[in-house]
């Protein structure tokens, strides 16, 4: 089962990752070229971590999940992550 | 010159309970004490996580209920689903003293702070009231005279979360207008709202168009794509319109 979610609900899991407020972090889609903040995006949890997509192409830009004291990140979607580090 | 430090990862810490309130029959606010609190923004959440005697986790998020402003303390109100893994337990078990790990506060973005202006509108679906409720406290806590509107859509009069607060803000405060719509009962005499929510009633609700209201949405999935399609239908700007969906994460 999954259900679609805003990329808020992924941040949590990025900020045990990435030490920036990930939310406002800017994505560029592969697919489409669109860009937009992580907590503009789409995200669908699952069981086995967090899928996020473009809502413009439903181009698959991240997915993370934490297995067995090990985080797995596929950013295979971004083109460019712009991180502000004010944030 | 100050330099802003940077977040730094999050990471679990366990937080006691320091008070419990129930807010409906389904939902119930928990009072946390978090040792490492770095203070949060109107509008963000917290991640929970429960583990098992036998090692199984189970993550959820929830929204936070209270204002910055009573920081370090931390509120949340977690509504019971039945069949859910984390719920029953937090509005069931948990008690006084009890220790709860969580992380947070997470999200900068669907954030609302009294400099950000507005005019705000707010919609909440069920217990999508809570971040927006943060948000309305914090307005209060400041003494901000920015108008808002809070259109909220509750099943029943019973399920009104923090239903008496908001009369007392209502009450108190000409700039603030709450409006409720109920969508499967209503008290005799109801003088509100008694359907779900449609372009037609955010037309009468939300503020013109050409005020460029800052608009935060939050409920279940369904509830919010409809709110958000319609106010763009309306000529609302999307840019100013923020959502957070929840529901069941299929974490079983």
Known sequence: MENKLDGNAAAGALQAIFPFDMTLVQVTCTGCGASDVIGALAAYMHGMGTVIRCPSCDTVLIRVAHMKERYWLDMRGVRVLQISAEA | ?252
């Not at chain 2, 003293?97 to 009294?114: N, S």
């Open chain 2, 1 to 252: 010159m100050e330099r802003r430090t940077l977040l730094g990862r999050l990471s679990w810490q366990l937080g006691e309970v320091v008070a419990t309130h129930p807010e409906t029959a389904r939902a119930k606010s928990i009072t946390l004490a978090p040792p490492n609190w770095r203070g949060h923004r109107a509008g963000q959440h917290v991640d929970v996580r429960l583990t098992a005697e036998d090692g199984y986790q189970a993550e959820r998020s929830y929204s936070i209920a209270s204002p910055p402003e009573e920081a370090p303390r931390v509120t949340l109100t977690v509504e019971r689903l039945d069949d859910g893994e984390v719920s029953p337990y937090l509005t069931e078990e948990l008690r006084v003293g009890d220790k709860l790990e969580l992380r947070g506060p997470i999200g900068g973005y669907f954030v609302w702070e009294a400099r950000m202006g507005g005019p705000l509108l707010l919609i909440a679906g069920g217990s999508g009231i809570v971040p927006l409720m943060a948000m309305l406290r914090h307005r209060a806590a400041t003494g901000s005279s920015v108008p808002a509107r809070l259109l909220y859509s509750s099943r029943t009069f019973e399920e009104v979360i923090y239903r008496e607060e908001l009369e007392r803000l209502d009450e108190a405060d000409r700039m603030l207008e709450v409006v409720h719509t109920l969508t499967r009962a209503h008290p005799p005499g109801w003088t509100g709202y008694a359907r779900r929510i449609n372009t037609q009633m955010l037309r009468e609700v939300a503020w013109p168009v050409e005020q460029r209201p800052l608009t935060f949405i939050c409920g279940p999935t369904p509830f919010v794509e409809t709110a958000a399609a319609s106010l763009v239908e309306l000529g609302y700007e999307p840019g100013r319109i923020k959502t957070e969906r929840f529901g069941p994460t299929g974490e079983t």
